[in-house]
């Protein structure tokens, strides 16, 4: 009996701290130079679901903040490769980084498959 009180004990206490937040933040690197290029980052990064972002152009870091209901990182990371960014997972699309303003044309990196 003694037992059984303290796995219910813990149980609830598990239940109680339990949080099923759908919020999550999530940082990843997207290459780029400029405030035009944080304008359009940030810009391909715009869904349902996509709470906060965030592109800083001195540490080339996206901050993202989203509800995983609705959208996931793969996705996020996806819509700005599609707008011509690489990042750490996805070459940007070839045609929109061609249509990039120059400045915001970086130094390409050859694609590696991880």
């Not at 965030?54 to 509800?67: A, G, H, I, P, Q």
Request: glycine share 4%.
């Amino acid at each position: 009996m003694k037992h059984l009180c303290f796995f219910v004990t813990l149980l609830l206490s598990f239940s109680a701290c339990k949080t099923d937040k759908p919020e999550r933040t999530d940082t990843f690197k997207v290459w780029g130079n400029c405030e035009k290029c944080k304008a359009n980052i940030e810009t391909a990064a715009t869904a349902e679901g996509i709470l906060e972002k965030n592109w800083d152009v001195e540490s080339k870091l996206m901050t993202v903040r989203f509800d995983t209901t609705k959208i996931n990182l793969n996705t996020i990371e996806q819509l700005i490769a599609k707008a011509g960014y690489d990042d750490d997972l996805y070459y940007g699309d070839d045609y929109a980084y061609g249509k990039l303003d120059d400045c915001c044309q970086y130094e390409r990196k050859p694609f590696e498959l991880k």
